[in-house]
């Protein structure tokens, strides 16, 4: 019985740890990973996310190609255009950076989206052939306050630092 109460108080504890950001109804949350895009009409399951704002929903592929055993840091980094607000620079592990260039190789024409807590806070387009990609970081926009940037930044990096060494 106790047991059972301290993780449902943990895992309401971690649903609140991004303010404005929170798990979509039905689905467990999840800090940070890397889809693409569902192929339409390929007759294969999806999964159905929505952006952060609620603007829109997106269907996306049932597994993550990265999550954040992945990255290696998350930084919030001020706007320059927008003063005031800021975005999220996500560097990548050695290998999530082979991970991000091998998937950007294989699945050049596809969208992938950058899921936090339950919700798409990007999405981007690989960039086309002969372009090299970046495999080093991603970047989230936002634009987020220096508040929302830093509950995000340290549930990030929380994760970070409670995944299990590869």
Same mark, same amino acid.
């Given at each position: 019985?106790?047991?059972?109460?301290?993780?449902?108080?943990?895992?309401? /504890? /971690?649903?609140?740890?991004?303010?404005?950001?929170?798990?979509?109804?039905?689905?467990?949350?999840?800090? /940070?990973?890397?889809?693409?895009? *569902? &192929?339409?009409?390929?007759?294969?399951?999806?999964?159905? @996310?929505?952006?952060?704002?609620?603007?829109?929903?997106?269907?996306?592929?049932?597994?993550? @190609?990265?999550?954040?055993?992945? =990255?290696?840091?998350?930084?919030?980094?001020?706007?320059?255009? *927008?003063?005031?607000?800021?975005?999220?620079?996500? &560097?990548?592990?050695?290998?999530?950076?082979?991970? @991000?260039?091998? &998937?950007?190789?294989? !699945?050049?024409?596809?969208?992938?989206?950058? =899921?936090? !807590?339950?919700?798409? &806070?990007?999405?981007?387009?690989?960039?086309?052939?002969?372009?090299?990609?970046?495999?080093? *970081?991603?970047?989230?926009?936002?634009? @987020?306050?220096? !508040?929302? *940037?830093?509950?995000?930044?340290?549930?990030?990096?929380?994760?970070?630092?409670?995944?299990?060494?590869?």
């Amino acid at each position: 019985m106790a047991r059972t109460v301290i993780v449902a108080l943990v895992a309401g /504890l /971690l649903a609140l740890q991004a303010p404005g950001v929170g798990a979509q109804r039905g689905r467990a949350a999840t800090v /940070l990973e890397y889809r693409l895009e *569902a &192929v339409s009409g390929a007759g294969r399951s999806t999964e159905t @996310f929505r952006w952060r704002d609620g603007s829109k929903s997106v269907e996306l592929e049932p597994e993550p @190609f990265m999550t954040v055993a992945d =990255v290696q840091s998350a930084t919030a980094i001020p706007q320059k255009m *927008a003063p005031g607000r800021f975005s999220i620079q996500l &560097v990548h592990t050695p290998a999530g950076a082979r991970r @991000f260039r091998a &998937v950007a190789n294989r !699945d050049r024409e596809r969208q992938f989206s950058i =899921v936090f !807590d339950g919700a798409i &806070v990007q999405s981007y387009a690989f960039p086309p052939p002969p372009k090299d990609v970046d495999d080093r *970081a991603s970047q989230i926009y936002g634009p @987020f306050s220096r !508040d929302e *940037a830093t509950a995000i930044v340290r549930a990030i990096e929380r994760a970070i630092h409670a995944r299990p060494p590869r």
